[in-house]
């Protein structure tokens, strides 16, 4: 069975950084297009970027493009979530999400969850 653990999360300023990892229990994850997706109280599960299997492919959302980078590190059956010029609008829970057919924006299409990482961006 497919575990990921979503760390990195935290509080952090308006305008500042932070990286988000999502560690998969195994390394076939590394052949698996991987999402992030994170969520506000009150609000839908949005979806924040993908990156495909061979880490040369990512799709954004238009929330966080240009602000959010996804990588990956085969090595360490790990994808990162860069997250540069944060926004107070930006606090959620972040989560990762794989699957093994190919994913893209929606959460549906997404087999495997982690629990997500609390990212809190003050003013």
């Known amino acids: 069975q497919v575990q990921l653990v979503e760390s990195g999360g935290g509080l952090v300023q308006a305008g500042g950084s932070l990286r988000l990892s999502c560690a998969a229990s195994?390394?076939?994850?590394?052949?698996?297009?991987v999402g992030w997706f994170r969520q506000a109280p009150g609000k839908e599960r949005e979806f924040v970027g993908v990156?495909?299997?061979?880490?040369?492919?990512?799709y954004y959302g238009d929330s966080v493009k240009g602000r959010f980078t996804i990588s990956r590190d085969n090595a360490k059956n790990t994808v990162f979530l860069h997250m540069n010029s944060l926004k107070p609008e930006d606090t959620a829970v972040y989560y990762c999400?794989?699957?093994?057919?190919?994913?893209?924006?929606?959460?549906?299409?997404?087999?495997?969850w982690g629990r997500g990482t609390q990212v809190t961006v003050s003013s």
């Open positions: 999400a794989a699957d093994p057919d190919g994913s893209y924006r929606s959460p549906g299409d997404y087999e495997y």
């Open positions: 990156i495909g299997m061979n880490g040369n492919t990512e």
């Open positions: 195994d390394r076939i994850v590394n052949t698996y297009p």
